[in-house]
């Protein structure tokens, strides 16, 4: 094996300090443009490897950031991502993905691939209702690097979270319906074991309750967050003895596969049947019969994840948890303006 | 600070070897599932590290694979990565992401952040043109861990690539179009610096050559892959003496621009203008106006891509340089089914 390329070797080469080339390569301010590129184009030629990771060993720092997501390919957690990248950025900090497609072995093996990448911090939207159990997490717990949830949260004390007012949110999607003049709104929700799925089916119930409508169990359905469960569970709203005259869904996903099933039945769409998704995707705007949706902020809820978790970073003793809860948005659409078509 | 926990006192703790405890740890098949469970939920109560980076630096495997990409919001980089997951788990391998936002500097920073995560691989499909020219590429490459390109490739000595044969997409588009009886084909193209790029835009010419259709330069403007894009290019087209009656484009997202600009002029599709999009994204198919495109087997090609990876690591001395180009798909839709309107 040959020897090791060291930086006395590379401030021999350049007739410079062991000193000014690791400032050089640690990026000092101190140490001109110039300099810097020279030191770094040299350390490359002499194949120096500087081995942050055997410095981020010892300091404890890699300056990289672990996200865990569902699926990267919901416009909602990219997104977020790209929310979080812009404000870590401007921090040094670099951002590495990894998605659980929603599978709970792949998240405690994302957690473990993450924390061998010697990431500071992991922010995650969780896929694992029981995460707290797992012994990956657990093992993430005890590393007491900064950890935070963003959307698919479980309370856990000490552990801070961003989400929007899941609860508010369902609420605004029924108000708008009953306002629409719809008398029976049926409900596509999602594992309601998650605190966000439970919320917005909350928010559903309290909106009926405040308008007198009777709540009927048989217009709920929990299902999937794809087109497919949308179609799936529409047919089966249809066949019952007294259908729908509206659907809420808890994703743009399953609203979309519910307004596939209502067409290819030939129901009009707001006038005999409105439907309003959640994510505010980006199809359901640019679709003929755009779709009504619940806008989540998600840059906003990146860029605030990835301030609490600076936070967290810099004042390591003086640990504080947060619960960030940002406002949703209705956006109405032609697929629930049935007082209003022009919409 | 407290004495570090060492296999030893595992093995103390439940009465069994050391060697038992190192091989369960490491997930030796030969030790029982029980085992295996109770000794890492004895080192995870004993907080014992096992610190996989530090043998990561010693055995230099971290099972860790770098994939980055331009974005992880279309489907098409999305089913990539999927097809890259689900090859790479089999093997043990775990994936993580970084996207480049198509900045330059970003893709050197990403190569950066996966080098110091101690990624066994890179899989990229390249942001920068002159990516061969970057400090940080050359360092990727002096590592020489395994380096694969797909679909935004460039051509370097050594370093294997996985693409659809572009030329063949671009003529198959063109050559349909011809078919449908159009006779003014515009093309909207991506920089064509890059050969994916490049390669759609040189099948076009030759289709259009084959058929003894002229080339003009007026009906070709070279755009970005996204919505205002396409509309921007349209109106551009729209004003020209004789306007097209066809737009290729090698990106959905700028289709959908066209379809858009089309529409708000009160042109006809596919009667007066039909269109034909590159991707296959999935919005093409659910529209109302479904968009033909060019589908490229996403998940096929992060498969590829993957086992050319695991061939590349499991050959570490007999490296050979392979060039997979998979075959393109043509999905006829009703954006240009001017013949046949049932489509």
Known sequence: ???????YDIAKKLNITA????????????????TKELVLKTATEMNYEQNKLAQALKNGKSYNV?????RIDSNFFASIIRGI???LFNHGYHVIICQTNNNEKMEAENINTLLNAQVDGILMSISNI???????????LNKKIPLLFFDRKKSIPGISSITIDDFSAGYKATQHLIDEGCKRIS???????????????LGYKQALSDNNIPFDESLVIETKSNIEAGKEATKKLLKLQNPPDAIFSSSDFSALGAIQELKSQGIKIPQEVCVVGFSNEPFTKFMELSISSIDQSPVEM????ARVFIQQIKNKEKHVEQKVVLEPKLIIRKSSSKQNPSK
Do not use: Y
């Open 1 to 7: 094996m040959t020897k090791k390329t060291t930086i």
């Open 19 to 34: 000193a000014t080339v690791s400032r050089a390569l640690n990026k000092n301010p101190k140490i001109s443009d110039a």
């Open 66 to 70: 672990g996200v865990i997501v569902s």
């Open 85 to 87: 990248e812009e404000e």
């Open 130 to 140: 029981n995460i707290d159990k797992n012994i990956m997490f657990k093992k993430l």
């Open 187 to 201: 409900h596509l929700s999602v594992d309601r074991n998650f605190e966000i799925f439970r919320d917005r089916f």
């Open 302 to 305: 990146g860029k605030t994840t």
